[in-house]
């Protein structure tokens, strides 16, 4: 993903027209490695504004990712935008460019080629949704016995009780008129006339 922009850079007001298809086999992030299951589609344009080279576009492609509730692999369709500045390093005082760079986040532009597969990876991650779910309202896993909800009910008791209380619900049980095994007895009452 790379462009001539040698042309560009001498002609300030002119932009230049891109579009790229590359066939990646994963995304990497910090803590995953994510599986690419389209080809990534880039295309936009570059500006020369005078002072940078401005790219704006747009990245698409379909990754494939795991619900962080029932862990099912789900396709995601990623359409993420694609804006960054680049300016060349030569022949600028070091103390200007560094203040420039720490307030605009503008790249360093090597030579006559612009490299945009940092910018892309970069779109694409932070596209990423903060919590990976495969449908809105995933019912995720039972908790006793790993059943996914989503596929079907599974037959656990739907409430369970802290050990540690297990002996309190035993005694308010024998209290309320049930044993042991949670049933409820038939005690024959006779309410008096007074």
């Known amino acids: ?38 080809p990534v589609l880039v295309r936009g344009r570059v500006i020369n504004t005078g002072p940078v080279l401005m790219v704006k576009g747009q990245v698409a492609t379909t990754l494939e990712l795991t619900c962080d ?44 080629v612009l490299d945009l597969q940092p910018a892309v990876t970069e779109a694409l991650i932070l596209a990423l949704p903060m919590k990976w779910l495969c449908q809105e309202n995933c019912r995720g896993l039972c908790p006793q016995c790993g059943q996914n909800l989503n596929e079907g009910q599974c037959h656990c008791q739907a ?32 309410i008096s006339e007074e």
Do not use: N
């Not at 001539?4 to 230049?16: H, I, Q």
């Not at 540690?164 to 209290?175: D, E, N, P, S």
């Open 69 to 112: 509730r029932c862990l099912a692999r789900f396709s995601y369709p990623v359409i993420a935008p694609l804006e960054e500045e680049y300016a060349s390093t030569a022949g600028q005082d070091p103390d200007e460019g560094e203040t420039e760079e720490k307030d605009r986040e503008i790249r360093p532009l090597m030579g006559d």
């Open 159 to 190: 409430e369970t009780v802290d050990p540690r209380l297990a002996t309190l619900k035993q005694l308010l049980g024998k209290l309320e008129g049930e044993d042991t095994l949670g049933r409820t007895q038939k005690k024959d009452f006779k």
């Open 1 to 38: 993903m790379k462009i001539g922009v040698g042309d560009l850079k001498t002609r300030p007001g002119e932009e230049l027209e891109f579009s790229f298809k590359a066939d990646w086999s994963h995304l990497t992030t910090a803590t995953a490695r994510i599986p690419i299951l389209a």
